[in-house]
């Protein structure tokens, strides 16, 4: 014979199962709205506004500028904005080869950027002009000027600075800082191309060329002139040292050519 179920004794624990199904419903929906709540509460609190931005890289222009060009202003949403978005708007700037941003925290911002480097001023008319590596020409007025970049003189068409930029960007930088004027001599002065102008006292002759590399060897060739008289470096085509006195008629008495090859 079956077994009869009472429907009565099992009452309370279907109530008990439709209790619990109607508390988690109701604990779900309490969830979505707190949640929904807090996130309102959010973005209306100083917690989503930007609070800090730091900018890392900055030399050519103030740190102020690329934050204003950015558009990531303090108190402005902080996620109210695109990242990819934004760093495209800075690599537009001539002076900028990369831009990278990040959100940092809860509410602050870092801007990293990479400039490209100046590697000289163009002096025309008494006038200075910075040359960046990527060839573009920007006025002292509109820059903030390199610490240590030498002088270059003549050169005035772009092919030219582009052939003396890419020798310039192959030295070591000990040897660049201790450039001081790069002149391109004109047509009809034999086969020297540069005149080469040294803070520590030294004059340079060289080709284009052949300049970074015929450079590499400065400081070892000054290394070994540490007992002779100041004077010219000519690394045309091999190595030779003439000093100063012998060069320019100076001096008439004790004038010796130290000569040294490559």
């Given at each position: ?20 199904r ?27 506004k ?18 204003e060009?950015?558009g ?16 495209e ?20 911002i ?34 903030k000027?390199?610490d240590?970049?030498?002088?270059l003189n ?8 582009k ?14 800082q201790?450039i001081?004027?790069?002149?391109l ?12 102008y ?5 004059e340079?002759r ?7 590399e015929k ?9 070994q002139?540490h007992?002779h ?6 690394m ?12 320019y008629?100076?001096s ?10 490559e």
């Amino acid at each position: 014979m079956d077994k009869v179920i009472d429907i009565e004794e099992r009452i309370p624990s279907m109530r008990e199962k439709r209790r619990r199904r109607t508390n988690k419903k109701f604990i779900f929906i309490l969830s979505i709205f707190a949640l929904a709540l807090l996130v309102i509460l959010y973005f209306q609190s100083p917690f989503s506004k930007i609070n800090k931005v730091t900018v890392t890289g900055a030399n050519l222009h103030d740190k102020e500028f690329y934050i204003e060009t950015s558009g990531l202003l303090k108190d402005k949403s902080f996620w109210g904005f695109s990242t990819k978005g934004t760093e495209e708007v800075l690599e537009n700037l001539e002076t900028v080869k990369n831009a990278s941003i990040s959100r940092k925290w809860i509410h602050d911002i870092e801007i990293k950027i990479t400039e490209w480097d100046t590697v000289g001023y163009i002096e025309k008319d008494g006038q200075f002009s910075l040359l960046l590596e990527d060839g573009e020409i920007f006025s002292t007025d509109e820059l903030k000027p390199s610490d240590k970049a030498p002088i270059l003189n003549g050169f005035d068409d772009a092919k030219s600075r582009k052939r003396m930029t890419n020798q310039l960007l192959k030295l070591e930088k000990n040897v660049y800082q201790l450039i001081s004027e790069i002149i391109l001599n004109e047509k009809g002065h034999g086969s020297t191309d540069l005149t080469v102008y040294m803070y520590d006292g030294y004059e340079v002759r060289a080709m284009i060329s052949t300049f970074a590399e015929k450079m590499s060897y400065y400081p070892e060739i000054t290394a070994q002139l540490h007992d002779h008289e100041k004077g010219v470096i000519d690394m045309e085509v091999g190595t030779f040292f003439t000093p100063y006195s012998k060069v320019y008629g100076l001096s008439e008495e004790g004038d010796e050519s130290a000569e040294e090859d490559e």
